[in-house]
Each structure stands twice: as C-alpha cells, then as structure tokens.
C-alpha cells in the first residue's frame, strides 16, 4: 500500500479501523460474506485509502487556488480569514466534481 503522506491518518490506523468496522459488522451479523477476512480487510483499506487521497487531492487544489488568487490580487495572508477562504474554495471543488466527502 502507497505511503500515506499526507492524510491525517496513518497507515496503521487504516488498518486498525476496517478491523473494528468488519469485526462489529460481523459481530452484529449484519454481513454475510463469501470472502476471507484478510481478503476483506485488503479491499477494505484500498477503498478508505483511495477515498482519502481523493480528499487529499482536493485540498492541495484548494491550497493552490487559494495561493494564487491570493498572490493575483496582491493580498497578504494575514489580510484574510485563510481557513474561511480554503472551505469555501474545497467546498466549490467538491460541488463542482461531485464527490461526497
């Protein structure tokens, strides 16, 4: 599995979440499935990690638009609520490409 580099969660975190979720999915018999857990818990951690990058990707988009809309219109960072401005500019990505995060 990829490095994870720059997601808020490691590895080893990933890991240890899909265990607990297929362990009281399977705990509660809310699932039936035909595969082994090591099998499961693989697919799992491949679609947590894919769906975190893709987030991860948005942000640096909307790091990036913020930097340079920023630098166009010559204002300082200080000058401006920067959290405000990225989760209005990520929020407009996310609408724009029609992910749910």
Do not use: H, W, Y
């Amino acid at each position: 599995m990829d490095s994870l580099l720059l997601m808020r969660l490691k590895e080893s975190q990933v890991k240890l979440l899909c265990q607990k979720l297929l362990g009281g999915l399977r705990a509660k018999q809310l699932v039936n499935l035909n595969k082994t857990d090591p099998e499961i818990l693989n697919r799992m951690q491949e679609i947590f990690v894919k769906e975190l990058k893709i987030e991860d990707d948005i942000n640096l988009q909307a790091e990036r638009i913020l930097a340079e809309n920023l630098r166009k219109l010559g204002v300082k960072g200080d000058q401006i609520d920067r959290e405000k401005m990225f989760e209005m500019i990520k929020k407009q990505l996310v609408k724009d490409k029609n992910i749910i995060l």
